[in-house]
């Protein structure tokens, strides 16, 4: 008997990309299972999950660079495309379809002209990004000089080292993505009553969705500076316990019901901003300190930091005006947001862009055990 295969390991087509601080294989959705448990098994496979090392797969051993995407052409009217965000983790047999994630967003339009989804336009191409895990829309825009992509240039983000070309992600209603508003219990701070099997406590914390759920509370509340290193912070059992804890009454409030076995909310500790910034920050993508801070997150603090009476108050610095420019700091660098508010409505934020890079790192076939 013979095959076109000369192993019994089975060939699924996809680019491994860099998007922002992120990496992770991205595939066309025809590549995959139409089934949701056998596309998953497909994706546990190709990044070696579960597996704290991820050796056997194209995983690399931590959260930020366990990720997939999946993308299609779009058929909702107005949508050029649809993209599909599936967060792994090293050492869990999980595939979580149900959080954002604006880094690999970077990577998408990149990914869709890779693979001819669309046409490439002369200097610049735009494409309307539909996230299917929230229902969120954004435009971005890739620089394409000649009807080519360019991935070469002077635009730097923290958390990358070098630079690369700029690519501008305009986001067009993220409030609620995935709770079931902005600010999910109703207030912009609320009293959280904590009980972590040690103590009870109390703690003030704001409960925003901006494109990313979050708990956001001030480092001094859990006796910090706030600019502690990412190693103090991951070292400190007494502190993801109680921040854990913390995440888990949160859950409710936020209409998210029981949290336990999903990624978000994510906590963010919060402090005065510390080299020339709006904001200082720590963020735990939920159990782990994230060594920069997400897209969506930086969002959503930025977001944070704009309403009156938030946690952010009385230690953010920023700009005056309708539109601002919020830099919000965070262990390797800074990552700015800007954010403009509805002239009649202090409390309503229009609108949300910020730059990234992305680019491809390798091409061709991940093999998968039949």
């Known amino acids: 008997m013979t095959t076109d295969q000369p192993s019994d390991l089975r060939p699924v087509p996809c680019i491994l990309m860099r998007g922002g601080t992120s990496r992770g294989p991205f595939f066309l959705e025809s590549d995959l299972p139409p089934d949701p448990a056998a596309r998953d098994r497909v994706l546990l496979a190709a990044m070696g999950s579960p597996d704290r090392r991820q050796i056997d797969g194209l995983g690399g051993a931590h959260p930020l660079t366990s990720k997939a995407g999946i993308v299609r052409a779009s058929t909702?009217?107005?949508?050029?495309?649809?993209?599909?965000?599936a967060q792994l983790q090293p050492d869990k047999e999980t595939v979580d379809t149900t959080p954002n994630c604006g880094?690999?967003?970077?990577?998408?339009l990149p990914f869709a002209l890779e693979r001819g989804l669309l046409p490439i336009r002369d200097g610049a191409t735009t494409a309307r990004i539909l996230t299917l895990n929230t229902g969120m829309q954004c435009d971005v825009t890739v620089p394409t000089p000649d009807r080519r992509l360019r991935y070469t240039g002077a635009a730097r983000i923290d958390g990358v080292p070098g630079t690369a070309a700029p690519i501008t992600i305009n986001f067009l209603d993220t409030a609620g993505s995935v709770c079931p508003a902005l600010l999910p219990s109703g207030r912009v701070r609320d009293?959280?009553?904590?009980?972590?099997?040690?103590?009870?406590f109390g703690v003030q914390a704001t409960l925003i969705d901006n494109g990313m759920p979050m708990v956001i509370v001030r480092a001094a509340d859990f006796g910090l500076t706030?600019?502690?290193?990412v190693e103090e912070l991951n070292g400190n059992g007494r502190l993801r316990a109680r921040l854990e804890a913390l995440r888990l009454a949160a859950g409710p409030l936020m209409g998210l019901g029981d949290v336990k076995g999903k990624s978000y909310p994510k906590m963010c500790l919060v402090a005065a901003p510390a080299a020339?910034?709006?904001?200082?920050t720590r963020c735990f993508i939920p159990h782990v300190c994230h060594e920069a801070i997400g897209v969506l997150a930086a969002v959503t603090v930025g977001t944070a930091c704009v309403l009156e009476g938030s946690v952010t108050?009385?230690?953010?610095?920023?700009?005056?005006?309708?539109?601002?420019?919020?830099?919000?700091e965070h262990p390797t660098g800074e990552f700015s947001?800007?954010?403009?508010?509805?002239a009649h409505d202090r409390q309503r934020v229009t609108r949300a862009a910020l730059l990234r890079t992305?680019?491809?790192i390798m091409r061709g076939e991940v093999l998968i055990p039949e």
Do not use: C, H, W
């Not at 909702?76 to 965000?85: A, K, Q, R």
């Not at 880094?103 to 998408?108: F, Y």
């Not at 009293?191 to 009870?200: C, I, P």
């Open 76 to 85: 909702t009217p107005g949508v050029d495309l649809d993209f599909l965000f």
């Open 103 to 108: 880094n690999m967003l970077a990577a998408v």
């Open 191 to 200: 009293e959280v009553l904590v009980d972590d099997g040690v103590d009870a």
């Open 226 to 229: 706030g600019y502690e290193t």
């Open 276 to 280: 020339g910034g709006s904001i200082a």
């Open 313 to 328: 108050q009385g230690i953010a610095q920023l700009p005056q005006g309708l539109r601002k420019t919020v830099s919000v």
């Open 337 to 342: 947001v800007e954010l403009e508010l509805d």
């Open 358 to 360: 992305a680019r491809p």
